[in-house]
């Protein structure tokens, strides 16, 4: 579907669920794959799979939380592979807690790395992008966004914030030719979800009648880092299975 030789993609969170994933099918797409996680060993592991199947990557230590190291690493990856093309940026902390049960320290904490992380990489990938008059950025959002998120709202709040940086950026970044798009999963079986007692009810809930894969959220992201969606920018994209089914 997609041909991205030459092109390099730096993968936040691409230790393991979506965002390995994500990483695997952009090296089987032809770019090379930097990937990024606080999780070393599981950045290390996506690595030796993507070398396995002929790909090309590197693994990456990284907190997105530290804006100057998340920098710093951008730089590594032009440095090494002479240009950056694509930002996943995929990291991110689930919290479950009522409005009148949230702890100050835990929203800070979950908009730390599902925000503020998802800022620093997609400034310092704009930064890397912009004498090269193109590139895509990639955010990461949830389906709670299109809901009440009863129970998650350091989640849904942190996850809106992100459609709102998009956009934003979609606007302020269209004229260097760098596009900025989110996607908005529903419900996905990740090691971050694996703990979730909804699975069932969000099974039942959807009309194909399962929750996700990652490899169904992986397939949007090859679909905005390539030229298949050039005219597309400051958009949500949802593959939810349906659950939500906005205008």
């Given amino acids: ?6 092109r390099t993609a730096f993968v936040t969170g691409a230790a393991s669920g979506i965002g390995r994933a994500s990483a695997l099918l952009l090296a089987g797409s032809g770019a090379a794959v930097v990937c990024a996680d606080r999780d070393e060993m599981g950045a290390r592991q996506t690595v030796k799979l ?11 230590p990284l907190d997105v939380t530290d804006s100057a190291d998340t920098a710093e690493a951008v730089h590594e990856t032009v440095s090494s592979y002479g240009r950056l093309d694509i930002l996943a940026a995929i990291a991110g902390v689930m919290h479950s807690s009522t409005v009148l049960n949230t702890d100050e320290a835990d929203l800070d904490r979950v908009l730390a790395v599902n925000f503020k992380g ?8 704009a930064r890397a992008m912009k004498p090269n008059g193109s590139g895509s950025i990639i955010t990461m959002a949830s389906g709670a966004i299109d809901t009440g998120g009863s129970g998650l709202l350091c989640y849904s709040v942190s996850k809106a914030a992100v459609v709102q940086l998009t956009k934003t ?8 030719g760098i596009r900025a798009n989110a996607i908005a999963p529903g419900f996905v ?3 971050m979800t694996a703990g979730s ?4 009810a969000m099974a039942r809930a959807t009309p194909l009648g399962r929750v996700g894969d990652p490899g ?3 397939g949007t992201v090859l679909f905005l880092a390539s030229d298949h969606s050039a005219f ?10 349906g659950v939500a089914m906005p205008w």
């Fill in 1 to 6: 579907m997609a041909e991205l030789t030459g």
């Fill in 50 to 60: 993507i070398a396995e199947a002929g790909g090309t990557a590197t693994a990456r």
């Fill in 232 to 241: 597309m920018t400051g958009q949500i994209l949802r593959p939810n299975g």
């Fill in 197 to 200: 007692d909804r699975k069932q």
């Fill in 216 to 218: 169904d959220v992986a």
């Fill in 118 to 125: 998802v800022l620093h990489s997609a400034r310092a990938a």
């Fill in 169 to 176: 950026l979609a606007t302020e970044l269209g004229p260097y």
């Fill in 189 to 191: 079986r990740t090691p």
